[in-house]
């Protein structure tokens, strides 16, 4: 069972920029998925970005495409968020997740992880 950390968060001004990052322990096979999915109070949580494991596509959606970056580093078994450029709208508790055997038509789905982190709340001011 692998098990997840964020870290990162923090408080930042409109404009500004953070670097989350979600270290896995325990083995990584083929086929794993990571993302990164953001909660307020009160909503569902959403998908953010997401990247596959063994070939290193990315995803992001459209409300963060072009400010932010989601990476990974497969030697630390680490992924990361690079966030840029931002807004009000993005304060949020940012958690990651990951699953072996995600399909592509549900890697945006809540419903399709198992195991999440504690999440790392990000608070942008304006």
């Known amino acids: 069972q692998v098990q997840l950390a964020e870290s990162g968060g923090g408080l930042v001004q409109a404009g500004g920029s953070l670097r989350l990052s979600c270290v896995a322990s325990?083995?990584?096979?083929?086929?794993?998925?990571m993302a990164w999915f953001r909660q307020v109070p009160g909503k569902d949580r959403e998908f953010v970005a997401g990247?596959?494991?063994?070939?290193?596509?990315?995803y992001h959606a459209d409300s963060v495409k072009g400010r932010f970056i989601v990476s990974r580093d497969k030697a630390k078994k680490t992924m990361y968020l690079q966030m840029n450029s931002l807004k009000a709208e993005d304060t949020a508790v940012y958690y990651c997740?990951?699953?072996?055997?995600?399909?592509?038509?549900?890697?945006?789905?809540?419903?399709?992880?198992?195991?999440w982190g504690q999440g790392t709340q990000v608070t942008v001011s304006s």
């Open positions: 997740t990951g699953r072996h055997g995600v399909i592509l038509s549900s890697l945006r789905d809540v419903g399709a992880y198992d195991t």
């Open positions: 325990g083995r990584i096979f083929s086929g794993y998925t």
């Open positions: 990247v596959r494991w063994d070939s290193g596509n990315l």
